[in-house]
């Protein structure tokens, strides 16, 4: 009988989720990559956030970061499972800031938040349910923090105060207390997670950035996109036809606008939401003569689609028994955990459209509202449960996708409407439809603490001067796009602000070389191309602010050291050098905080200031952009399409300020993934001053058989 | 080893939840009650909403609706266990209407919503959120489901479509259908309950209005408030002071208006916000003179608080070991699931407040926002989660608060700001900080879907005309308040509607006798005081709305069919016999919809139409209330204060319409619990059409011994 109890006991603790407090004191934090630590707490789910992304760590590069000690005291974390969830909590001192959670539209700073993180369309708020809700944060004093479940996770982003917390809140008398508050001082960031154990990961720094770069490369690194998914891109109206979209391609090269790849919307499907996979042959009569057509004209396809199948699908009956228990818009929802499910889903996409040379497709739906897609009382075939499969579809369908391309050795870049954490490599670009252009900036900002990527797309505009502003942020994004399906806006659809608007289009491509590389810097160092002021060394490596009392810091004595305080969420980092500060409809000038350093403009190479706030009254046709002193930026020649592999093209190499600098130049065949297995160069550029005082520039040459774009250098020092 | 494996089994499917479709199907129901059925599915928690009210069935009253046939399709309702949750559906017929999921605001008709109920301070959106989230909806065809389980409920109220459903949606082309829609449709409301089990009940009806008699009666039947209860209500500033309190009433009777209780905010503690539930000596320097000397005037006295102990609170530490791990405010917050804690607690409430004399209380922060109260990562010491304690700390403190009075056969009628399923029974009216008249009017009609009671309180106006209207709708509620505590405005603080303020708050008065009937009614009858016209026979008895074709159905053909068929949220049911159509600042005239039979003007007595859409001109000084055909209402002498127990009034007994009519007229001592052992008399009120045309009066004399409060009786036919 002793031997049956003690299975009993086992059993009862290992099972049942009642193991209250189990691991309350001493978690084991084993480091699992350089600067990685991992702890498990309780008995996590089978199915989580990184086996449904499933991508291998990048050891090497994570060790290049370097060594770290753990970033945290351990003995200040605590997780215990309590009535079957997962309780978490990690300390914060005073001063620290948070950021991430996600991809948040309205804030940075997320200390004092309370949200629950849900995969969903965003709503207006910042509450946790947006397109990548991430269960990532980064703190101001340099390390990150990782929860690694498929789950509806709460988060008290330091919003809660323990009663027997060391560094508790004041408590105060509301009646006559005027410094009374409603949300007192918290000391920590506390998760619950509903399931009975979870995987957590902890980021060394020693920068902010560097634990962000530890959390990418340990998700495989940022995407490489091909180079053609970094010029321009055009939708068009869902009920096109093969020739309309033709033509409006032509109009693109006759107009001189630049265009890499056009998008089909639901139209090209014989039926959608849900959906066929199918061409609709009235519209389309011969798909794979029409995607060579425009081929020819050097100019990729892209297709919308939703996961959803409908009847009338050629693969309905055959992946019905592999669907969801409920329906979206009466089509099946594959379970894209199971290897059956996901063959005969992505043959019809391999056979209708990849074979045919398609080259992406964007995937809608996949994120939210409640209400079109299943409910969380749904189960499906594999036993993962609804909410698990909402957290995670975005993470399946990008991974999967992916895959297609990857077996035919050809890149992808597409959008995609929700991921999580986990997805760093995948290339896809989030949007959505809620369109506020602020907030989209404040997503931009946002999503490289998320480690995704994300566009500010236009779409339709009530003026020239929205259009424009607009176009002016998309060319500073992962992907210069219209969406035009549904107002059927042209890039000229605005005569007053057409040649403006292409100038833009083409100055995209002209950064084409700056954006590569600051992709491939995400691919192989883990840094994000776009990303928060918060991030940049000089915004906040001067303490004054921090270290001054709060009477010192008010706008008047002490702008900028104010104006780092509160939260930047208007401009942002793109790229090594770049500090961007997009203008809004109604704007004809704006403050920008210049970190410390010097700063020059990014089109006359001008002294513009640093470590204060100014203001700038740029003009319409600019949108205000300024370099770092030192800083390099590698363009090319005009074009309306991107190089193709083995074509070479022109460069201009410009400096600014007056900093001698450094910059080093990604190149491979940019449609390949030739690149695994090492056919890429990174070119030494180096900015000197010489005796006489000039600025010399020179770049590495190419190494010999592997890819080489640049012909012809011309140098440009912007700063006199 | 045999046996053992048995053992193992029995364990894994008892103790684990992970039991699949376990109970897929024959959930088993069992006739609790006349016409309640209840069933259990998996594992049901310890703890559940029935378990936190704990309170007895009125097993008689329901007997009284008569039995019924349980009023479903068994084989059409699930229940399963499916990872550790539970999986409800229950099923909808075409053209059935749901009403209730708790106190919503904003909308008035359930079907195609999708909410997740959870205790908080309502955010402007149905969702779920609110005071009273109660897990019992009200079919149309005259059935009630509740769930009893104090957890976040996801709801698919007819709002997610099965692939398996018999009555599945049409698939639709969106690209070129104009009927496509975004929710399909939806054959059922399917419920997830975060626990592995739950138990669920079904209410008879025939009627909706009787399934929602029996789901309250199941609860004890609604609250009987003293008579004092419906009289008038004024709170004062957070910061008077006794005098300044003694002064306001004073004030009232001077200028003429009621007051029965008068409320105090905050500053009568020494601390609020954590509390220390002790007078403030500087404010109050003699609370039981105080309390006395407003008695002496006809008034009582209701204090504000919150639960959360401040460190200051004499009780701090000797409550300290009965309190959750996180505070509110830096306040101990305590498990109030415990003995000890409520012994604790709720002596210092008997020994500071109810011993000298106070009546009630309003008792504030016990529904949200989450950045106040507890997160859901505390924990409490009996193992009660947070979650739970959430959903049901409202039912907690109204439930031992009302224990306090009625161990000194006192009743109370208080204010709560949460409740839940099983607290029907409370005295306490659930009020906000959301103040939209508009939403204050369409909460009304859903509190009577609810089981509680809800108070549109006036608190402060811009104009005159905005706090005349808001104190008529005021005066038609469960609760007649000014809640001025910020504000500070007086019933005339507005000189030029002051006298009509007067007339309303008079009105009110002299209609007590009505208002305590339909109390009487709801508490041993179970039927709302306060209710939706979709509970009305005539609203909806014709059936021709339900039956005409679309194409019949419009404002223009006919104009009644169409509109009961949209969600009536600005009107409602008061009593048996009153419909009252609130006006809104800036409206001169709105529509009325009057329902089937013939329906006559309040104040005049006037026909006015029936089973139409009226429009109504009623001129400032009015709110538009109309009475039934045959319509009795019994009408007291104006008085400042409610009679007191074996004080007697004057009556005077309206009749309107041409039909007969018959009333019950109840009567008690107004003050104690003496009812229960029946010290009550319900007097039969008849009118009768004599032989010459003319109708006639009449009234059943009061039983021997028994409370007798209404002398003198005059008889008004208001129609002739």
């Known amino acids: 009988m002793m031997r049956l109890s003690k299975i009993l006991t086992f059993l009862i603790v290992s099972c049942c989720g009642i193991v209250t407090a189990a691991n309350a004191q001493g978690l084991n934090w084993t480091e699992v990559a350089p600067g990685v630590w991992k702890t498990v707490v309780g008995n996590p789910d089978e199915y989580d956030l990184l086996k449904a992304a499933g991508v291998a760590p990048k050891v090497e590069a994570l060790a290049k970061i370097g060594q770290a000690a753990f970033p945290l005291p351990e003995s200040d974390i605590a997780g215990q499972v309590q009535g079957g969830k997962t309780a978490l909590r990690f300390p914060l001192e005073r001063g620290e800031q948070i950021y991430g959670f996600g991809l948040n539209f309205q804030s940075v700073h997320q200390r004092g938040k309370i949200l629950r993180l849900h995969v969903d369309h965003y709503g207006g708020e910042d509450n946790g349910r947006t397109h990548a809700p991430v269960p990532f944060y980064v703190s101001s004093n340099g390390y990150g923090v990782f929860v690694n479940a498929a789950r509806y996770i709460?988060?008290?982003?330091?919003?809660?105060?323990?009663?027997?917390?060391?560094?508790?809140?004041?408590?105060?008398?509301?009646?006559?207390?005027?410094?009374?508050?409603?949300?007192?001082?918290?000391?920590?960031?506390?998760?619950?997670?509903?399931?009975?154990?979870?995987?957590?990961?902890?980021?060394?720094?020693?920068?902010?950035?560097?634990?962000?770069?530890?959390?990418?490369?340990?998700?495989?690194?940022?995407?490489?996109?091909?180079?053609?998914?970094?010029?321009?891109?055009?939708?068009?109206?869902?009920?096109?036809?093969?020739?309309?979209?033709?033509?409006?391609?032509?109009?693109?090269?006759?107009?001189?606008?630049?265009?890499?790849?056009?998008?089909?919307?639901?139209?090209?499907?014989?039926?959608?939401?849900?959906?066929?996979?199918?061409?609709?042959?009235?519209?389309?009569?011969?798909?794979?003569?029409?995607?060579?057509?425009?081929?020819?004209?050097?100019?990729?396809?892209?297709?919308?689609?939703?996961?959803?199948?409908?009847?009338?699908?050629?693969?309905?009956?055959?992946?019905?028994?592999?669907?969801?228990?409920?329906?979206?818009?009466?089509?099946?929802?594959?379970?894209?955990?199971?290897?059956?499910?996901?063959?005969?889903?992505?043959s019809a996409f391999e056979e209708n459209h990849v074979d045919i040379g398609v080259s992406g497709y964007k995937i809608d739906e996949v994120d939210g509202y409640d209400r079109y897609l299943w409910p969380d009382v749904a189960t499906f075939p594999s036993g993962v449960s609804a909410e698990q499969m909402r957290q995670t579809y975005g993470l399946l369908v990008q991974k999967q996708s992916t895959r297609l391309f990857r077996e035919r050795n050809t890149r992808t870049y597409g959008l995609v409407r929700a991921s999580n954490g986990g997805g760093t490599s995948f290339p896809y670009v989030i949007y959505n439809d809620y369109y506020k252009h602020e907030d989209f900036i404040t997503a931009l900002v946002n999503s490289g603490f998320a480690g995704v990527l994300w566009t500010p797309e236009a779409r339709a505009s009530k003026t020239g001067e929205e259009w424009l502003r607009r176009m002016q942020s998309v060319v500073f994004s992962p992907m210069a796009m219209i969406n035009a399906w549904s107002s059927g806006t042209k890039p000229w659809s605005f005569p007053e602000v057409a040649e403006e608007v292409k100038a833009m289009?083409?100055?995209?491509?002209?950064?084409?070389?700056?954006?590569?590389?600051?992709?491939?810097?995400?691919?192989?160092?883990?840094?994000?191309?776009?990303?928060?002021?918060?991030?940049?060394?000089?915004?906040?490596?001067?303490?004054?602010?921090?270290?001054?009392?709060d009477s010192q810091v008010n706008l008047e004595t002490n702008p900028y050291a104010e104006a780092v305080r509160r939260e930047v969420k208007d401009q942002y980092m793109a790229g090594e050098y770049l500090l961007v500060a997009p203008m809004f409809t109604g704007q004809t000038s704006r403050k920008v905080i210049l970190p410390q350093g010097r700063w020059y403009d990014f089109y006359t190479g001008e002294f513009v200031g640093g470590g204060e706030v100014i203001t700038v009254t740029p003009g319409l046709e600019k949108i205000p952009v300024y370099v770092k002193d030192g800083g390099i930026i590698p363009m090319m020649a005009p074009m309306l399409h991107a190089p193709k592999a083995g074509e070479k093209v022109a460069m201009e190499i410009r400096h600014y300020g007056e900093k001698p600098g450094t910059y080093r130049l990604y190149d491979d065949d940019g449609e390949t993934f030739d690149y695994e297995k090492g056919e890429y160069t990174w070119r030494e550029v180096v900015v000197e001053r010489r005796s006489n005082g000039k600025l010399r520039g020179s770049i590495s040459k190419a190494e010999r058989g592997m890819p080489n774009t640049f012909g012809k250098v011309s140098w440009n020092f912007m700063t006199n």
Chains 1, 2 share one sequence.
């Open 505 to 549: 289009a083409i100055l995209r491509m002209q950064m084409m070389p700056y954006w590569y590389s600051a992709f491939a810097k995400y691919h192989f160092e883990g840094t994000p191309p776009f990303r928060a002021m918060n991030l940049e060394e000089g915004f906040t490596q001067d303490q004054s602010a921090a270290t001054l009392a």
């Open 154 to 346: 709460d988060v008290y982003a330091g919003a809660a105060a323990r009663i027997d917390s060391e560094n508790p809140p004041e408590a105060r008398d509301r009646n006559t207390d005027e410094n009374w508050t409603s949300r007192p001082y918290s000391d920590a960031v506390e998760m619950l997670v509903p399931a009975a154990g979870v995987e957590v990961y902890v980021f060394a720094g020693p920068t902010p950035l560097d634990a962000i770069r530890r959390y990418n490369l340990f998700n495989g690194g940022g995407p490489l996109p091909p180079r053609w998914g970094l010029g321009f891109t055009q939708r068009v109206h869902k009920l096109y036809t093969a020739e309309q979209t033709i033509a409006e391609a032509k109009a693109f090269e006759e107009k001189g606008y630049p265009l890499d790849f056009i998008g089909l919307e639901p139209g090209w499907q014989s039926k959608a939401y849900p959906c066929t996979f199918e061409w609709d042959k009235g519209r389309f009569a011969d798909p794979e003569k029409f995607v060579q057509e425009l081929k020819g004209m050097g100019v990729k396809v892209n297709l919308w689609t939703n996961p959803y199948v409908a009847p009338e699908a050629s693969i309905y009956d055959e992946i019905l028994p592999y669907t969801a228990s409920h329906t979206v818009w009466v089509g099946a929802v594959p379970d894209l955990t199971m290897p059956k499910a996901q063959d005969i889903f992505w």
